[in-house]
């Protein structure tokens, strides 16, 4: 049978799995019972498991019948802190956590080639590395963290190939892009000082809510006037935090944010742009501030070779016309981590419905359209015996 034949053959366990694992979301490094449900359908299948590799992930080896090179698949684990507002049967148990970016499909899928390659292992030259990771939505770097674990050695890994669900392409059809593809992410924190006081005598008090809505606008600045505007570059504030009743000016407040961009001469300018604005700001209003950028490296820069191999696989398993090239993305990818250190490839998989309205990544009421999860199956169990054929021939 063919890998796409033996994709579809468990595409109700696949469901079922994303299922069961999109009702019990877990947040990052908290990925228990997904990491365990992970080891143990691993170890069904007899592959060699690995646990708590960078705290909560999980890896599989399939071993071929030959020696040869080795390939990895990653998916990542871990959901967001948001309520779920869709009405599904499998909708989140968990009050304010939610699979809202597809990892509850990652991961499904990625158990699903583990089942689909086990059946053609004795086909298999070389070996195959699945890597469940955690903690990809999260500042806590859950792909370095297992990297600096080992997770690309013994046996030393030679490529590695991963995919993200995408509500802009419709379910049955694939996106592709070579070179840089998601951009570099990172977040930072302001802490904003004041002087406590009544709120009847401002004068008398430093208003850290009042600098920080200066302070809000101002660094949206950066982008019309800072930078080349023809430069992919987002500065987005996510959390305001300060003050506790509505008649005392509050002497503290805490903005998060993250930015993503492209450029290595903003990444490497862009601390000292937004501390003069922070700066500048803080002092004009008698306040002070603490800063703290952390900024996520590189973009994701997918390999040209490995490129080509996802492509063809892409096109074998949904046919030419459904694969499509697609844009850069200011989305930020922790699989950028593997990119930087081996030959890789990251594909978007459509997951739209055609029938109904399609939500975006990170919405409370993002969904996917399951006809989409044997077609993703396919595509990593394919490209993974692509690899391994072509280098191993």
Known sequence: MSIKQLAYEVENEIIGIRRKIHKNPELAIRE???SKLVAEKLKELGLDVTENVGKTGVVGLLKGKNNGKTVALRADMDALPIEEENDLEFRSLNKNIMHACGHDAHTAMLLG???VLSKSKDSINGNV??????SEESALGGAEEMINEGVLDNP???????????PNLLSGSIGYRSGEFYASGGGFQIDIIGKAGHGALPHKATDAILVAAELILSLQTIKSSRIDPLEPFVLTIGTINGGNQANIIAN?????GTLRL????????IGEIMENIIQSITHAYGATYNFKLMLGGTPLTNDKNMTEIVKKSAIKIVGEENVRLVPKTLLGEDFACYTRIVPSAFVSLGVGFR???????HSSKFDIDEASLPIGTALLAESA?????????
Do not use: W
């Open 156 to 166: 030393r890994v030679d490529a590695v190939f991963g995919l993200h669900v995408d």
């Open 262 to 269: 492209f450029n290595k001469e903003i990444n490497e300018n």
């Open 113 to 115: 080639v583990a089942a």
């Open 385 to 393: 015996i692509e690899f391994l054929n072509k280098n191993n021939n």
């Open 252 to 256: 503290k407040v805490t903005l998060t």
């Open 355 to 361: 029938d109904k309205k399609n939500f975006s990544l």
């Open 32 to 34: 228990f019972e997904t």
């Open 129 to 134: 590395k699945f890597i469940f990771q955690p």
